[in-house]
């Protein structure tokens, strides 16, 4: 129980424990010369500046210097106001936690892993997450996925029915939750052109494949990390699972990155975007193009996919096989993408800025002429798709497997499509 | 007065490296766990290194952001070194033949350093709807009085250089000695004891990122490809 004694004593807790001695030198390491504000989604549309990097870390580092700082030590730690706490918490939560600082800081610091580490330290005070994110853990534990949803629904609107899945295969696909209950179309084309390559794959049961942990890491709440991790790690081992494919760029990002720490080792399986898995198959031969589209085309890099894991080359080379395809390219592209407004777990409790920003890129790909703007994230698909309700200007949205799925099905498509030559 | 500036600086040089070393426990504190693995983590190569010299030597990293703040944070930076190190002249007796040549250098730094404060403090009141650190403004505004007064006493009010190395000398071996008798030296004195506590700490913390930056960068690549 927390009395306000113990709040008290709480405010002089030291704020470094939960920081790696790296992310601590990376405080200090900031001269606070503003470079990076000028590339924040967050910035951009809220003017914010209690939400920029620099006044974020000034904060924080103010906080240490109170209650483990020289004079903290010689006399007595200062108490921190909690409002002070609280306005930090809301800042370091309004972050998208893109990472466009981070690419862009004139000194290196690795901002997309250090907001993360200062919400969890948020959360150990009792302090985040912030809105509808506290209700996660206890929702993923009972469901599986953040979303509160029916575990044995998770992939029974969109599976294609003609699609096998085997019992065991070297390689296995995770649908991530996001795709699964929010954007199927987007993990419906990733089956039909898993399928369309015809390497055999294995899934595990819709109660098996639960939440990857992403969005309580994103949130600071990492008690149940070691147990999902596990779990899923397990069950693909016991599949005999040597590359796990996924399109969640998210997911593909605690996969890769952070599962082996929760995981205690490296990883008995490699970890792969669907792109990296599709480009290949196109490269060897073993998928085909048959018709093309005669369209000028936008990609849009998710923040975790290219400033998360590199993944930057694949996508295009999947889009640029296409036939008759012209690919147009965002002012800030690759490793310096803008991101969707939809990262950080931030776009369901700061809805309104997730909107403004989506609308960012959309204007933008109108602007620039395409008729269409591909996406590979399923929540930059959901948030995008949102903002454009109701915007003044509009473009068609489609995932990048669902984009390829529809070319490589039967000719009575829909799309304005045109035979290869 | 002798006594009063003596034992001011050394609490200022003691403040100074304790506030240093309590930082550097801090930063040795942070936990083991999400330690990047070596598995993200780029080896050494020499391409590596060359990156990490041209980053941490010319600023790359500012370089590639803002290239007008570049040209007055990257002067100021080695004017600034240059100086200091003409001023290690004023600590040594018999003088070091390196100090002694670096002398014509750090004379020419005295000057631009100066120019290049004025420069970064318009940059930064042209700039300051964006964001503007007080703290940086304080440290640079001090660091151009303390130029200014060292120009001045170069250009026109020179003090004995003898008394002020003597009173130098007299600091470092703990054997005050006299005042120069000079109210800009004392100014200027003064204003350098002033600044030390505020010094950022990213002098000493910025490289260390930056070269962790350069590893991090060169090993995006494995994180999910292959090597
Ligand atoms: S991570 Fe993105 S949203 Fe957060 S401060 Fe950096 S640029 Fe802004
Ligand atoms: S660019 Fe880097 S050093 Fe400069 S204010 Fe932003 S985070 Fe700090």
Redesign the pocket.
């Known amino acids: 129980m927390t009395n306000k004694n113990s709040k008290f004593k709480k405010n002089k807790s030291p704020f470094s424990k939960g920081l790696t001695p790296l992310q601590l030198i990376e405080l200090d ?9 000028k590339y924040c989604p967050v910035q951009e549309v809220t003017g914010n500046l209690a939400v ?3 006044e974020k ?1 000034r904060m924080f580092r103010e906080f240490i210097k109170a209650t483990e700082g020289l004079k903290a030590k010689l006399f007595n730690p200062k108490d921190i106001d909690r409002k002070l706490l609280e306005e930090f918490t809301k800042a370091v939560y309004e972050c998208t936690t893109c990472g466009a ?2 690419q ?6 690795f ?1 997309q892993r250090l907001w993360p580490m200062l919400r969890k330290e948020m959360v150990r005070r009792g302090l985040g997450p912030v809105g509808t994110q506290a209700e996660m853990p206890g929702v993923i534990k009972k469901t599986g996925n953040p979303y509160n949803k029916p575990p044995e629904d998770r992939f029974k609107t969109w599976f294609p029915d003609d699609v096998k899945v085997y019992e065991k295969a070297d390689i296995a696909y995770y649908a991530g939750c996001t795709g699964a209950y929010e954007a199927q179309p987007m993990v419906r084309g990733d089956i039909q052109v898993l399928n369309a390559i015809g390497e055999q794959f294995t899934m595990l049961p819709p109660e098996e494949e639960v939440c990857c942990g992403f969005p309580l890491f994103i949130t600071g709440q990492h008690d149940m990390l070691e147990d999902l991790t596990r779990r899923l790690v397990g069950a693909y081992k016991a599949k005999g699972v040597k590359v796990l494919l996924c399109s969640c760029p998210c997911c593909v990002n605690i996969m890769a990155r952070d599962w082996p720490v929760f995981y205690g080792k490296e990883l008995p399986f490699k970890i792969r975007h669907i792109t990296q898995f599709v480009a290949d198959a196109i490269k060897h031969g073993r998928l085909h193009f048959k018709r093309g589209l005669k369209e000028r085309i936008i990609y849009h890099d998710p923040c975790y996919l290219s400033r998360g894991v590199g993944v930057i080359d694949e996508p295009r080379a999947v889009l640029r096989s296409i036939p008759g395809i012209g690919l147009l390219e965002f002012e800030r592209h690759g490793l310096n993408s803008r991101c969707c407004g939809a990262g950080g777990a931030a776009r369901k409790v700061f809805h309104e800025n997730a909107v403004a920003i989506g609308r960012l890129t959309i204007d933008e790909a109108v602007d620039k002429g395409a008729d269409r703007l591909v996406l590979s994230c399923p929540a930059c698909y959901v948030k995008v798709n949102e903002a454009m309700q109701g915007h003044k200007k509009q473009i068609k949205i489609v995932d990048i497997m669902e984009l390829v799925a529809e070319i490589i099905k039967d000719k009575n498509t829909e799309f304005n499509s045109q035979e290869s030559k | 007065m002798k006594i009063f500036l003596l034992v001011i600086s050394y609490l200022v040089y003691a403040a100074f490296w304790g506030r240093f070393i309590s930082h550097a426990f801090i930063w040795c504190k942070g936990t083991r766990q999400f330690r990047t693995g070596p598995l993200h983590i780029s080896g050494v190569s020499l391409s590596l290194c060359l990156v990490t010299a041209i980053d941490l030597l010319f600023f790359r ?1 500012l370089f590639n ?1 803002n290239k007008v703040l570049w040209i007055g944070s990257w002067t100021f930076h080695v004017s600034f070194i240059l100086v200091i190190l003409r001023h290690l002249n004023y600590f040594f007796y018999p003088v070091p033949s390196c100090i002694t040549h670096i002398q014509p250098f750090g004379l020419v730094a005295g000057y631009i350093l100066p120019v290049s404060l004025f420069y970064l403090l318009a940059f930064r009141i042209a700039g300051r709807k964006k ?1 503007f ?1 007080y703290h940086n403004f304080f440290l640079l505004g001090m660091v151009l009085l303390i130029s200014l007064s060292g120009l001045l006493m170069r250009m026109f009010f020179s003090p004995n250089l003898v008394d002020v190395k003597s009173f130098m000398l007299g600091i470092l071996t703990f054997r005050p000695d006299l005042l120069p008798d000079s109210s800009l030296f004392f100014i200027h004195f003064s204003l350098v004891l002033l600044l030390v506590p505020f010094l950022p700490l ?1 002098i000493f913390a ?1 490289p260390v990122v930056t070269m962790e930056s350069g590893r991090r960068e060169a090993g995006l690549r494995m994180v999910i490809h292959d090597k």
Do not use: F
């Open positions: 390491a900031c001269t606070q010369c503003g470079e990076c504000l920029s990097p620099p870390i600082c981070s862009n800081c004139t000194v290196g610091i901002t | 990293r952001e964001y650190s990213h910025a």
